[in-house]
C-alpha cells in the first residue's frame, strides 16, 4: 500500500486558530469561574466548611484552566510553525522529506 502523505498548510492553520480560540475561551472561564467560585468571610460566615470547598473548587478550576491554555496555545504555536515550514518548503523537497518520513515509521 503506497498512500501519499500529505499535508495542507491552510488546513493546519485553521487547526490552530481553533485550539488559539480554545486557549483564550479557556481563559474567559477561568475568569468567570474566579468570579462566581469566590465567597468571602462574611458571605460565608455560617457555612466555613462550604467556604473551603468552593475555594479548593476554584483552586482546581483555576489549575485546569492554566493548562488548557497553556497546551492549547502552546499546539496553536506549534501548528503554525508547521505551516508555515510547509509553504516554506518546495514541493519537491516535501515529496522527498514525506517519502523519508513514511519510510522510516515502517
Do not use: C
Not at 457555612?47 to 482546581?60: L, S
Amino acid at each position: 500500500m503506497t498512500d501519499d502523505f500529505s499535508v495542507n498548510p491552510d488546513d493546519l492553520d485553521k487547526f490552530g486558530h481553533s485550539l488559539r480560540d480554545l486557549a483564550d475561551q479557556a481563559d474567559a472561564a477561568k475568569k468567570y469561574a474566579s468570579k462566581w467560585f469566590e465567597l468571602s468571610a462574611g458571605e460565608a460566615r455560617i457555612y466555613v466548611f462550604a467556604k473551603g470547598m468552593v475555594d479548593q473548587i476554584r483552586e482546581n478550576l483555576d489549575g485546569n484552566y492554566d493548562h488548557l491554555a497553556k497546551i492549547s496555545g502552546d499546539s496553536a504555536d506549534s501548528l503554525t510553525s508547521a505551516a508555515r515550514s510547509y509553504r516554506a518548503t518546495d514541493n519537491a523537497s516535501a515529496a522527498r522529506l514525506d517519502g523519508a518520513s513514511s519510510e522510516g515509521s515502517r
